[in-house]
């Protein structure tokens, strides 16, 4: 078996420092994103199973694991857009013209992001349990989210950047993404959405997002939760 070189580096962006992790090879590029308050390690299983095949590129999004945003945007928010942002630059830096997109939870809204503002980058998005706005939540999450986000900004400036951090992430729930259709109308590559008929994604959003998205395809896993795809892994890979 053929050993696949993997190196470490990290991507210089306007506002942080994105770590990344490139397996190399003459495959077609991956890009794995994963979900809010995560980092690449979720996705060790699917490195495993498709660095032979593509070449898979796994990265920390901003304010997760080892990315760091710069001094001078640290205490501000940001958005799912601006993440999208970051892969872009991610790209540039790796000298990869375009590529698959596999993204999960706040990873697949990057992911479909991504897609709508740079079509000609994208070659496919397989987007697992991702929403096109924040309606798309459940109500007990959403709920969730606003009272601990209001809470957060109440408190910010009086407690740790750690703290603030967390306002971050709430702020990705609570206003994070706002894809229009005219956004979706403008992916030209495949989709293929995954979502769980229990996800915390409504199944009617996963619905709609499949009839917004030109050439998208919905497959709705019965009895799935939010993380089925880290519990039930090969089922995941053959999809």
Not at 182 to 210: C, F, N, W, Y
């Amino acid at each position: 078996m053929q050993k696949i070189s993997c190196r470490q580096g990290v991507a210089d962006t306007p506002h942080a420092w994105i770590y990344y992790k490139d397996h190399g090879g003459r495959g077609t590029p991956l890009v794995m994103l994963h979900g809010n308050a995560e980092t690449h390690r979720v996705f060790k299983y699917y490195e495993k199973q498709l660095s032979g095949t593509y070449r898979t590129i796994l990265m920390d999004s901003r304010a997760h694991g080892r990315s760091k945003m710069k001094p001078a945007y640290a205490k501000r928010e940001f958005t799912i857009a601006d993440m999208a942002e970051d892969v872009a630059v991610l790209l540039d830096t790796l000298h990869i013209k375009s590529c698959i997109l596999l993204g999960f939870s706040d990873g697949a809204n990057i992911a479909l992001e991504f897609a709508s503002r740079f079509p000609e980058r994208t070659i496919s998005v397989i987007a697992v349990s991702g929403n096109i706005s924040p309606d798309g939540l459940i109500f007990p999450l959403q709920l969730f989210s606003s009272v601990k986000y209001t809470l957060l900004k109440a408190v910010n400036g009086f407690f740790s950047q750690h703290l603030f951090r967390q306002q971050q992430l709430a702020s990705l729930l609570c206003n994070s993404p706002m894809m229009t259709k005219a956004d979706l109308q403008k992916i030209k590559a495949p989709v293929l959405l995954i979502a769980g008929t229990r996800d915390v994604v409504k199944v009617s959003h996963s619905r709609r997002m499949e009839r917004l998205i030109p050439h998208a395809r919905l497959v709705l896993v019965k009895g799935a939760t939010h993380t089925s795809m880290f519990a039930r892994e090969k089922e995941y890979l053959k999809m």
